[in-house]
C-alpha cells in the first residue's frame, strides 16, 4: 500500500487514534500563518522503510 504520511493521519483520525496536527501545502498560498516554530517535511514514494534506505535510494536517482 502506498500512502503519504497525511493520507496515513486522515484513516488513523478516522478511527480516533491522535496523531499530530499538519496539513498539506502544494502551493505558497496554502501556507497559514503561524506564531509557533513548525516543520517542514517533504513526502515521496520511494517504498521500503526507514529514513536510511529513502537517502541511499535519492542519492542514486
Known sequence: MNLYEYM?????????IPVPDGYVVEKESDIRPFTKPVAVKSQILLGGEGGEERRHKVREE
Open 8 to 16: 496515513g493521519k486522515a484513516i488513523f483520525r478516522s478511527y480516533g
